[in-house]
């Protein structure tokens, strides 16, 4: 392996050092802002063993022109984007070093070197490129190098679980000999089906689809519908898994398949611009092991495999194997098990024989039989049986589930809405199926009470003050929050709102108070006389609250708090005097956020527009380019701003004109010629112009458009590129459906 920065020149008999930047005058130090991009004056040679910062998960590394070799060292960083470094020629890397690497846009690099601990690795743009030597990182499970004419060495020696290399054609991973050595190291595969340590990736996959088809079949004879006990990811697929491939764009929430890993730079810009550069990826770190761990662990929890509730790996991967041979393998004589938990997942099944739910319906547990009223292949008259007896039932937490329940319709709810159990009572009068006379009677029950909870249900509830008959009564309750939730209730009559507002308004607790504040359904006077008041964050609720009257918005713009100021400029009720006012806050240390806030409010005048654009502050530039009532000339000008965050902005308005994305159409930054082409208003004009981009990505946003002409979705749809060919043809077949 060669050292460090080999490649670089140097002068003669001098040994190349790492450049050191320590406050000079004319020097920034190096450092990460808030969003993890390093910024300050880059050495040529940028060795993060030496630089003293504190370490997060993830770093980018962009724009400079000075850095030629970098050094990764290990236990610093996790996820490492490195782009738009002109002169870089060397990546190096230790073992524990990154986990995942992107490199793009990096025209004079030559050489990577990474050992140990990489999962995925990106090269994109690097035309210079010569070596990729990732040999030693057996967690290597995705690689894809784009635009990289150059490349002539590549070794994968150790990569176990690398089974290409994506975006290479296969004569050239032939040529480079990356095809043999991946044969080389899958030739260690078992094929047998079994697991072990360090598995190949053609033994995972091999496992993994067994475990796929075994569970095919095994659903066709208990299908799984109450979901794994053990559910982890909503996303899973309905087999209680799901294998991914390589670099698909899904969070899997690190359940375990996260092997396969999803890893996209969404945003680019220079190193100054501190807030535009962000990253999606699959955040699990699980090995391919786990992935068959965690899709065992959800067929284990299937109906069959159930009857042993803590299988093995190996015990629950036998089974399956036995399914493949003997699809009849499952028995169904398990509704007579001793396992409460497996009777209770049989119960629920909407699948099982109507004569096992009878058995089942006889159960002893209550709950078991719960869930056989709830299964819809149960018959109608055994679920309406089963729901009158569990409604006396004397566990209430099984007649509130009963009271819960959507099947209640075919049941006399009259006993539940009766209980003594106010949990009970509430269950039912929140259960959509009940008639409104029921529920009526149920309120009125929970009115008298003294229970918080059903109180707090009636003063909620917009149909009370018609069907209690004392609902007057419980402005006299002592819990704030009951006064609380009737002063907010939309079926209040005024007279009691109004009532309930001003309890509140006088009373000493600050959380009373503050709703009343915030409550856009409080009386002019009552928010008037609140902006009197001496808590700042008391003023700030009634300065957002769009019910609050002009005078007083005018009266809280003055206030010392920039805060409360803040809130004002926020508030789409202030009238346009008032906001072009606070345009001119000159505030030291706050007035940017006051100006801020006024360039993003929709009810701003031009003239306090025109006076914001030439703020110095960037970030109220940009609430103005992110204003879809911003002139679109302001736009215009915005497009040109020298602020990377300003031109998202603009490119992402839906109001942005013409000739604002004409400009953004030409900007040097791929992700803002991207946003363009993916704008619903951008010309024929625009769109063909960008047909023609030489970054991918624009293109393909380009066949993504509905407003893309036919005649650049038939060039498109010749593309060689993968990513835009199979986009404009999904667009033709649109068009032509």
């Not at 962009?62 to 970098?70: A, G, K, R, T, Y």
């Not at 996209?264 to 090995?287: C, K, L, P, R």
């Not at 609380?484 to 509140?504: C, D, F, Q, Y």
């Amino acid at each position: 392996m060669m050292t460090i920065g080999q490649n670089l020149t140097q002068p003669e008999g001098k040994t190349l050092e790492i450049e050191k930047i320590t406050g000079q005058p004319g020097h920034q130090p190096l450092s990460l802002n808030e969003q993890n991009v390093l910024i300050g004056d880059y050495p040529k040679i940028l060795d993060f063993q030496n630089l003293g910062l504190t370490y997060d998960d993830e770093i980018y590394i962009s724009d400079s022109e000075l850095v030629e070799c970098i050094y990764l060292p290990a236990f610093t960083f996790i996820d490492v984007v490195i782009e738009n470094l002109p002169n870089l020629r060397e990546i190096h890397s230790d073992e524990d070093g990154p986990t995942w690497l992107a490199c793009r846009n990096l025209p004079k690099l030559n050489t990577i070197i990474v050992d140990g601990s990489l999962r995925w690795l990106s090269v994109d743009g690097a035309a210079l490129l010569q070596t990729i030597d990732v040999g030693k990182c057996e967690h290597l499970g995705y690689l894809s190098v784009r635009n990289a004419p150059s490349l002539s060495q590549v070794n994968v020696e150790q990569c176990r679980l690398l089974p290409q290399i994506d975006d290479l054609s296969a004569e050239h991973q032939i040529q480079l000999g990356v095809t043999q050595q991946i044969e080389a190291i899958q030739s260690r595969s078992k094929r047998d089906s079994t697991l072990y340590e360090r598995m190949t990736f053609t033994d995972i996959e091999l496992v993994l689809a067994n475990i796929s088809c075994g569970e095919v079949l095994l659903k066709k004879q208990f299908p799984q519908s109450r979901g794994a006990s053990n559910s982890t990811d909503e996303s899973l697929c309905d087999y209680g898994y799901r294998l991914l491939d390589p670099g698909e764009g899904v969070y899997t929430g690190g359940t375990g398949e996260s092997y396969c890993y999803a890893f996209e730079v969404t945003s680019q810009g220079t190193a100054q611009d501190e807030d535009v550069v962000s990253i999606d990826y699959a955040v699990g770190i699980h090995e391919p092991e786990d992935a068959i761990g965690e899709a065992l662990s959800w067929a284990a929890s299937d109906l069959a495999l159930s009857r042993d509730r803590a299988p093995s790996n190996d015990q629950v991967l036998s089974f399956i194997n036995l399914l493949l041979n003997d699809p009849t393998a499952a028995p169904t004589c398990w509704i007579r098990t001793d396992d409460v938990a497996l009777r209770l997942e049989l119960a629920g099944n909407p699948l099982m024989p109507s004569g096992a739910l009878d058995v089942l319906a006889m159960d002893k547990s209550s709950k078991i039989r719960l869930a056989v009223a709830e299964n819809p292949a149960a018959t109608v008259e055994v679920r309406r049986t089963l729901l009158h007896e569990l409604a006396a039932d004397v566990d209430p937490e099984v007649r509130l589930r009963v009271a819960k329940s959507a099947v209640t319709a075919i049941v006399d709810m009259t006993a539940l809405a009766k209980d003594r159990n106010v949990k009970v009572l509430c269950a039912v009068a929140e259960n959509p199926i009940i008639s409104s006379g029921l529920r009526a009677s149920v309120l009125e029950i929970l009115s008298k009470s003294d229970d918080p909870s059903g109180l707090l249900l009636v003063a909620k509830s917009p149909d009370a003050p018609a069907a209690v008959s004392a609902f007057s009564d419980l402005l006299q309750c002592s819990d704030q929050n009951v006064i609380i939730a009737i002063a907010g209730n939309i079926g209040m009559p005024e007279s009691e709102r109004l009532a309930a507002l001003k309890v509140l308004a006088a009373s000493e607790d600050f959380n009373a108070k503050w709703s009343v504040a915030s409550n856009e359904l409080t009386p002019p006077p009552v928010l008037d006389s609140l902006a009197k008041e001496t808590n700042r964050r008391l003023l700030e609720a009634v300065a957002k609250n769009p019910a609050t009257p002009v005078l007083t918005l005018q009266y809280l713009a003055k206030n010392n708090e920039w805060s409360v100021r803040c809130c004002v400029a926020e508030n789409p009720s202030t009238p346009p005097l008032v906001l072009l006012l606070l345009a001119k806050d000159k505030d030291d240390s706050w007035g940017e956020y006051i100006r801020k806030s006024v360039a993003g409010n929709p009810a701003a005048p031009v003239a306090a527009f025109e006076i914001l654009v030439g703020d110095n502050d960037w970030q109220t530039r940009a609430s103005i380019a992110g204003n879809p009532a911003a002139p679109k000339a302001i736009l215009e000008l915005l497009a040109r701003d020298e602020k990377y965050s300003v031109r998202e902005n603009v490119a992402k308005n839906p109001e942005s004109s013409i000739g604002a994305l004409e400009i953004l159409a030409k900007d040097k930054n791929n992700n803002l010629r991207m946003y363009v082409a993916r704008h619903p208003a951008s010309s024929s004009d625009i769109l063909t112009m960008l047909a023609h981009d030489s970054y991918d990505a624009v293109r393909r946003d380009v066949a993504t458009n509905k407003a893309t002409p036919d005649s650049v979705l038939k060039v498109l749809s010749k593309e060689a590129e993968t990513q835009v060919r199979e986009a404009a043809e999904r667009s033709q077949n649109r068009v032509d459906s």
